[in-house]
């Protein structure tokens, strides 16, 4: 597990895939990056940086949280 949390964190605005379960229940799939700051309204995240990992999906054009104990796969990087 912590081997996708090491490549997630060091892609260095890499594109990939994440495979992961969401806090529902039902899998999800998304091609996604790291460091994007175009869309950012201001603020700072109230999300927990040991427990997830923010994420732009780059389908839905927004930010994602992932579980990091959730992680199923990994392509890309």
Do not use: W
């Not at 994440?18 to 529902?24: A, G, L, R, T």
């Not at 869309?39 to 054009?61: A, C």
């Amino acid at each position: 597990m912590s081997n996708f949390i090491e490549r997630i964190l060091s892609s260095n605005g890499k594109i990939f895939t994440v495979e992961f379960i969401k806090k529902d229940g039902t899998l999800r799939v998304i091609n996604c990056r790291l460091g994007v700051t175009k869309h950012l309204k201001g603020g700072s995240s109230t999300l927990n940086p040991d427990k997830f990992i923010t994420v732009y999906d780059l389908q839905s054009k927004g930010y994602r949280a992932i579980d990091k104990q959730s992680i199923k796969t990994l392509r890309g990087i």
